[in-house]
């Protein structure tokens, strides 16, 4: 990929590493597999809608398809090629559909080595509802919730060797005899790692993210009262980072009581923490307390679904997987194979991916405009088989129908 194959201009980025953004970004596209080409080929038209209509003749992306997943491989024999990663990092900020885990064979997660060989740190979900979204709960609206979840560290390090094999037995010997450990026959072994820098780095970017949108708290979740010297050293590392970075704007919950009688001082943010377990049903019972949930990777993993469902599913989902060099928005559902070429899937997962892109590039201007649109349309029960299933009255529409329509009432 080179300058004049995309016509646009690189994105770089500039001190504090924040992003210089022309106005004609080359930004990176992977397709995805199965249901990918749909949803991408759906989002990209309201993408471009957007840019257009909140910046007429002024700004414009200019796209490149990087390859990866499946289209990669039949091209390449690769499931991520080393030019895609090249690509990427020059890129600095990509969306991609969903890509399918090989079976038997390939690599572990496409989704995951991206995460880690280009240490997109921060997985985040910003889950809210649409008026008119089904939902299983009474209070659906209640829930407003940005998730960051840590993407490199915990049991997804992917640090582990099944029972039975040398390396397992060779740990278990380890751990009787050096540590007085006693494992059970034909055990397999995972690690565990989380470090401080790795917990400092999310929780700062999520107090930031806080902070620079005006939102009251941020929570660390964790099960600290089981595993004391990971996720309740993610706890205590967290804390200390607020009081070491942010002393002049963060307070604890403690003193929010004790100071100001449970009022949030204008401009401060909120720093407490919750044990996983109960996490959960605060989610349920109480969402509209939380606001910026900082966790682990296997927490953040099952709260973000959890919450989803509150609003609609993974459909209504979008993510981003953020570093300090690079940034990689993607729906947060699988690829679905069994719809692929059927143009009937749910785009809107991807489409608010991109939303949260034109937020990263500072285009909230049409990052507004797709709400905006999302809303009316979902307001006019003009929606794909999986909302109006749903929905008395709605007016079942094809993927690609569903992005015309938000297209025509954007902003």
């Known amino acids: 990929m080179t300058q004049h194959e995309n016509a646009g201009t690189w994105i770089t980025i500039g001190k504090n590493s924040t992003l210089d953004v ?61 030019r895609t990663l090249q690509a990427l990092r020059q890129c600095v900020v990509a969306i991609k559909g969903p890509l399918t885990t090989p079976v038997g064979g390939g690599i572990r997660s496409v989704n995951v ?44 390090a992917g640090i582990e060797w099944p ?5 397992a037995e060779k ?8 540590f007085g450990v006693a494992l059970p026959a034909e055990s397999g072994i995972g690690i565990k790692a989380m470090s401080r820098p790795g917990t400092e780095r999310l929780v ?8 620079a949108r005006g939102l009251p708290s941020v929570t660390l979740v964790h099960k600290g009262n089981i595993m004391k010297f990971t996720e309740g050293a993610f706890r205590e590392w967290g804390y200390k980072l607020a009081l070491a970075e ?31 377990d109960n996490m959960f049903q605060q989610a349920l019972l109480r969402p509209e307390e939380y606001h910026v949930l900082a966790t682990p990777n296997l927490n953040g993993d099952y709260l973000s679904d959890a ?32 719809y ?35 809303e009316r349309t979902i307001a006019e029960k003009i929606v794909t088989y999986d909302l109006a299933r749903q929905m008395g009255g709605a007016r079942e529409v094809r993927c690609s129908e569903f992005a015309r329509a938000i297209v025509e009432r954007l902003g």
Not at 25 to 42: L, N, R, S
Not at 344 to 372: D, F, Q, R, Y
């Open 22 to 82: 022309p106005s004609d970004p080359t930004i990176g596209f992977i397709e995805g597999d199965g249901v990918g080409p749909d949803i991408w080929a759906a989002s990209r038209l309201v993408l471009d809608a957007a840019v257009a209509k909140a910046y007429p003749g002024r700004k414009k992306i200019h796209w490149v398809e990087l390859l990866a997943g499946e289209k990669a491989y039949r091209s390449t024999g690769e499931y991520l090629p080393e």
């Open 113 to 156: 080595t991206l995460r880690q060989v280009l240490d997109l740190y921060a997985c985040i979900r910003p889950i809210r509802y649409y008026p008119g979204i089904p939902s299983p709960v009474k209070h659906p609206e209640k829930v407003n919730v940005v998730i960051f979840r840590e993407n490199t560290e915990d049991v997804y």
């Open 163 to 167: 029972a039975g094999s040398a390396e």
């Open 171 to 178: 740990l278990t010997m380890i751990l009787q005899d050096q």
């Open 204 to 211: 700062r970017r999520a107090i930031q993210y806080a902070l």
């Open 246 to 276: 942010f002393q002049e704007q963060t307070l604890t919950e403690v003193e929010l009581f004790e100071k100001y009688h449970g009022v949030v001082p204008t401009g401060q943010v909120v720093i407490k923490d919750r044990i996983a």
């Open 307 to 338: 919450m989803a469902a509150q609003v609609g599913g993974l459909g209504m989902s979008p993510g981003a997987n953020i570093g300090d060099t690079c940034a990689v928005f993607e729906a947060t559902h699988g690829s679905a194979p069994k």
């Open 340 to 374: 692929a070429g059927m143009d009937k899937v749910n785009p809107s997962s991807l489409i608010l991916s991109g939303v949260m892109m034109l937020e990263h590039l500072g285009w909230t201007e049409a990052a507004e405009c797709i709400h905006s649109g999302l």
